[in-house]
């Protein structure tokens, strides 16, 4: 081979190396753009899994059990085992059906002829060895009570025409018992319209349909809407106040419901909005000098002259979330003892001037402590808690205010379950109804009162139609 086709050979050599080398930097080059795209992928996958490795749930913050993910461990309680074995305790005082002194009817038992010897028995002395007792309940059927009109002509010639008893206005109408068998088993047991009309047909044979009840629900809101402004006042004019709020749906659009309360009323209304501007149209006279137990929701802040006592159950949920997320942090376990040693002094009573101070003092220092800049979590509470500082232990000052507004919860909580059970309310109205009758029966609760008498009494009032 000469030199001429040996140079030739090199130079084809080196133009497909050169070709490679090309290809091999392209390759590289998209390699390097997939990796970082898989990296910022990668990174932002961590973040979000980040809030699974120790998830918010019901049990360890202020969110609803319904929002829980499934396949999760059971919902934390803030309570602590007590070490009693579940049941009746020793010394419990435990409760059975008694003999009434004063039974309807008596029937009576005696034998007519001997077993043995076949002997009439009738005319032989009879003697009392036993009783016992069947409690039962008749068939219960409609009663239907017709009213007929007359007319009177009096000498002097005027015509005297009887009038209706007060409430009779239609041609048919079902009366008090009816409707307050109805609003309660709606409002009160959380029974679906459908259900409703099930069992009033199954057990009293009454045909009412679903708008029929409807239209009994609404009828006895109008009736009750006097009463619901007597609550509302009650409310009002108390000197502490629990608020709360939930989101519910109405046929398909999101409203809230709120409710604010007392000791001695419970007052729920139905808002689209959930800011402070449903605040000012449910109570216009507003809060100035009272004392308001709520949450952190900003809506509740927006009038610097009341005054608040934030839930302490909510804050405990919060720091026991941040306590199992970052274990190596003793910030929130510290603040969560240092509520809870308040709470047993509230509790036992020993709270006492020196002691307040000392638990005040103790979170004051908690307060000005340096969070680690990496847990923002946990820096943005204790911001908050900063921001917030004197809404946090005023329970130790005043025996009157509530240290959490689990009252109010327990208000919101029937409303989820009403929504739960029938899904959804389907109109405005609909829901009106049940927070005017609901409120009618949580008031009643609370003094004592018998809910389904309650409503009965509002049952026989008159309302135009």
């Keep these: 081979m000469d030199q001429g ?15 490679e080398i090309e290809d091999l930097k392209n390759t590289n080059a998209r390699l390097l753009k997939a990796n970082m795209v898989l990296t910022q992928e990668n990174q932002e996958l961590k973040q979000k899994l980040e809030k699974y490795r120790t998830p918010k749930n019901s049990g360890n913050s202020h969110k609803p059990p319904s929002s829980d993910l499934p396949k999760l461990q059971k919902t934390q309680s803030l309570r602590e085992p007590s070490g009693k074995k579940p049941g009746g305790q020793p010394g419990h005082e435990g409760t059975t059906l008694k003999m009434s002194q004063t039974p309807d009817s008596v029937l009576e038992h005696s034998p007519n002829y001997c077993t043995c010897c076949g002997e009439d028995l009738s005319g032989y002395q009879h003697l009392f060895i036993g009783r016992r007792q069947v ?6 059927q409609p009663i239907v009570t017709e009213h007929h009109l007359f007319e009177v002509h009096c000498k002097c010639g005027h015509c005297n025409k009887a009038s209706y008893p007060e409430g009779i206005v239609a041609p048919v109408s079902y009366g008090p018992n009816v409707q307050s068998l109805v609003s309660y088993l709606s409002v009160r047991q959380y029974l679906p319209v459908e259900r409703i ?35 509302r006042q009650m409310v009002v004019n108390g000197k502490v106040t629990g608020a709360d709020e939930t989101g519910v749906n109405i046929n398909g659009k999101n409203h809230w419901v709120w409710v604010f309360q007392n000791t001695r009323a419970t007052y729920i209304a139905i808002n689209e909005s959930r ?26 802040f927006k009038e610097n002259k009341t005054s608040h006592q934030l839930c302490t159950a909510h804050l ?25 040693q308040a709470l047993c ?55 009157d205010i509530p240290p959490d507004n689990n009252a109010s919860e327990r208000a919101i909580r029937n409303v989820k379950v009403k929504q739960k059970v029938s899904n959804f309310f389907k109109s405005i109205e609909g829901s009106d109804s049940y927070a005017v009758i609901r409120s009618v029966i949580d008031t009643a609760i609370k003094n004592n009162q018998n809910p389904f008498v309650a ?7 008159s309302v135009t139609e």
Excluded at 7 to 17: N, P, T
Excluded at 135 to 140: C, H, L, T
């Design 5 to 19: 086709q040996q140079i030739k050979e090199l130079y084809s050599v080196v133009f497909k190396l050169i070709n």
């Design 135 to 140: 409690i039962d309940i008749p068939p219960i």
């Design 197 to 231: 009309t099930e069992l009033l047909s199954s057990l009293f044979n009454l045909s009412l349909s679903t708008g029929g009840v409807c239209y009994l629900l609404e009828k006895m809101k109008q009736k009750a809407l006097p009463i619901y402004e007597t609550i």
């Design 275 to 300: 800011g402070s501007k449903a605040i000012s149209e449910i109570m216009p006279e507003g809060f100035d000098n009272k004392m308001l137990v709520t949450d952190c929701w900003a809506a509740y």
């Design 316 to 340: 405990l949920r919060e720091l026991k979330f941040f306590t199992q997320k970052y274990p190596e942090n003793n910030w929130a376990p510290r603040l969560s003892q240092l509520i809870v």
């Design 345 to 399: 002094l509230r509790k036992e009573n020993q709270v006492t001037h020196e002691k307040s101070g000392e638990i005040n003092q103790t979170f004051s220092q908690l307060l000005t402590e340096t969070i680690d800049q990496k847990i923002k979590e946990l820096e943005t509470f204790q911001k908050r808690m900063v921001k917030y500082s004197s809404y946090v232990f005023p329970f130790l000052e005043n025996p």
């Design 455 to 461: 409503i009965k009494l509002i049952a026989i009032l």
